[in-house]
């Protein structure tokens, strides 16, 4: 069914978006070479839409693009699409209208091969890397837009994850797929080297197997890797672009930008989200650009905030003094002037997210027994963890049964802090 759904990208954070069988990305669908396969699709959209199968060597009548090979279908109706599969791989599906592409409407479509590839893999993870743009106040992506604030893998942003679970010494495959509308994603695994085996055209011959701990995952591009697990402890799978890595970027809007230390917020909602506004891009006004837009002007930047808001900025609560609020000044490595690196964003690695006892309890899915109290703390949107665990340990957070402390998949890095709580 391609239908409306409601996805929660962080604790939280509901989206409204599209997908399939009321899930996004949609249902995974696992096959293999050889069969002979039915896909029925409901059409449950206030709109027409189709599907098609990236990547299928199949018949040309079902490739799912309107009006060339078929009609669109209508809101109440349905289609059927029907092939005999004649090779292996990582394939994936979408609707072929962009507009519907960007609401989300994806899902996987993984063809095993009739004879298991060799050597063999113990375990086999798929990630779906997608991003949107969502303002502040809407749950509805802006699909115009060329700049993107969320980022999540199979329809969650870090740490709203589900860590990866791999025996220590076993055999691991991810398989990546890269259904962002603009970005490419180099996938950076810490800890291991791996080798790129495969894309959406299917297994790499070994002989070409290219050994790396980062690979590129172009936009509707499929890659697979796969390593030993060799080195035990909870080890960080992310995109190394850097403002990927980053949940929920904030736009300042109209009279609500303030100035901050270092720099002043000068631009709206639309500058940051890929629309035109304000002044030139490199004015005192904005941010150093980083944008893509085309025409003039359309590389504004909103600027970042560089430390603790300065409290006497044009519109802003003067008076109020933030290092007068209670426990501010025991933050440590906070500059309560505001001005310790002026000029530049500010990652504020000791003032971390707050997350309420109910967020805390999400985010702290069975998977993650063993880990550090306020492992959280360090990864935000495209991240995930592998964790290599040792035989004994693996049985028991798989199982959940058994006592399992804190900080017990890191080799001497001890229980972590409790959330919200510094050590002096």
Known sequence: HAMHTRREFLP??????????????????EVTEGDRVRIVMHNMLPESTILHIHGLEGPNRIDGVHGVTQEAVPPGGKAVYEFTLRQNGTLFYHSHGPMQEGLGMTGLFIVHPKEAYQPAVDHDFALTIQEWAIMPQSTIPNVTSMEFNWFTLNGRSAPYITPLLVRLGSRVRIRFVNMSPIDHHPMHLHGHTFWITGTEGGRIPETAWMPSNNVLVAVAQAREIEFIANNPGDWVLHCHMFHHMMNHMAVMVGPMAMQMGGMPAGSNAQAGMGMTQGGPALSK????????????????????????????????????????????????????????????????????????????????????????????HGVEALHTIVRVLPAELYDKVVSGKGDVAPGASVPGGGEGEMPGMHHH
């Open 12 to 29: 939280g954070a509901w989206m409204d978006v599209w997908g399939y069988n009321d899930l996004c990305p949609g249902p995974t669908i």
């Open 285 to 376: 006004e904005n941010g150093a650009s980083i944008g893509r837009g085309m025409g003039e002007n359309t590389s504004n930047e909103r600027a970042v905030m560089t430390g603790m808001m300065k409290m006497d900025a044009p519109g802003d609560h003067k008076g109020h003094d933030m290092k007068d609020m209670p426990g501010m000044k025991d933050m440590p490595g906070m500059d309560m002037s505001g001005k310790s690196v002026p000029g530049y964003p500010a990652d504020m690695m000791d003032m971390p997210m707050p997350y309420s006892a109910a967020d805390l309890k999400k985010l702290n899915k069975p998977e993650t027994r063993g880990m550090r109290r306020n492992w959280f």
